[in-house]
């Protein structure tokens, strides 16, 4: 219940005349009958404030600081000159709170922490040579259509034996942190399936195995 100042004023007053509660809260009902009169525990903190602060009103709470342009403006300069840089070195750079570099961040100039991937690396000469060795193979088909027959293509893949777990999609939810974790031996055991195809069929088929 939030009481008015002058609920409060006529709380302490009264209890101070009579040293009651009981006369200090029917004071307050001959004052605003409608209210809800507080409990003893209510009433002796703010007799106990009053004691100690002289004054009835609560006291302002300090709160988080608001975030002000100046901090939009460092987050946003620190993110577009270094995009790899991770929050926490923009909050050392910024001298800003963590939580408050991740609101920015995320809420107020909308930017998402994508993942990097991994490709091959092309040189501008890899397009011409790919559409070269394109026409020569569309060439070669034309004038031998049996060419596909003798033309063969290789590839490989490995498999693991002992299941595999990618911790980037495996996740578990819980209350607290179950500190669970998934053992994997130094030299897993594998098979390599290698395949050689041709226009045909599947030419030739190994498996083999390493640790």
């Known amino acids: 219940m939030v009481y008015s100042t002058a609920e409060r004023v006529c709380l302490v007053e009264h209890y101070f005349r009579s040293g009651s509660y009981a006369a200090a809260k029917e004071a307050l009902r001959n004052l605003n009958p409608l209210v809800n009169v507080p409990a003893d525990s209510t009433l002796k903190r703010l007799v106990d404030r009053f004691r100690e602060t002289g004054s009835v009103l609560d006291e302002k709470r300090s709160g988080r600081p608001s975030l002000t342009e100046e901090d939009i403006t460092a987050v946003h300069g620190a993110a577009l000159n270094s995009p790899k840089k ?35 690396s092309l040189n501008e000469s ?10 020569w193979l569309i060439n070669v088909c034309e004038e031998n259509p049996d060419f596909c027959k003798t033309y063969f293509m290789s590839d490989e893949a490995w498999f693991h034996l002992s299941g595999y777990v990618n911790s980037q999609n495996n996740r578990y939810w819980a209350a607290s942190n179950p500190h669970r974790f998934t053992e994997s031996s130094l030299h897993p055991l594998k098979i390599g399936v290698w395949a050689v195809i041709s226009g045909e069929r599947i030419f030739h088929l190994f498996l083999r195995s390493r640790q």
């Open 86 to 120: 991770s929050v926490r070195k923009i909050s050392q750079q910024t001298d800003i709170s963590k939580t408050s570099v991740h609101k920015i961040m995320r809420r107020i100039i909308c930017l998402f922490p994508y993942k990097i991937r991994v490709q091959h």
């Open 126 to 135: 890899d397009h011409e040579q790919r559409l070269l060795y394109c026409d």
